[in-house]
């Protein structure tokens, strides 16, 4: 949207409890967290989208991470990190997976 919250745009529906955001200007791509839902389960996951929201794709898909919250890219060294809030760990994954 714009500064005047004028122009707001959907780029992506259909998420299950979206929560944590990391946009990469310099890629063109957004990734977010989807909060699982059943304690244990690890029900959780994270996708991403370009910018405009085309070509979706999960990068690390329900069974590998529960709670996912915070994310942190590290371009540098080609990662991508998060917190797991209820699983209580800090979980990573490489970017390349997601090309």
Not at 62 to 89: A, I, V
Request: proline content about 6%; aromatic content about 6%; hydrophobic content about 30%.
């Amino acid at each position: 949207m714009s500064p005047d919250c004028s122009d707001r745009k959907v780029i992506v529906t259909d998420c299950r409890m979206p929560d944590g955001i990391a946009v990469d200007v310099a890629s063109g791509h957004i990734y977010w967290t989807n909060m699982g839902s059943s304690p244990g389960t690890n029900d959780g996951s994270i996708e991403r989208a370009d910018i405009d929201g085309k070509n979706r794709r999960v990068i690390v898909p329900p069974g590998g991470t529960f709670t996912p919250k915070q994310l942190q890219l590290d371009k540098q060294n080609g990662k991508l990190y998060w917190c797991d809030r209820e699983g209580m760990r800090v979980m990573r994954a490489n970017l390349d997976v997601a090309d």
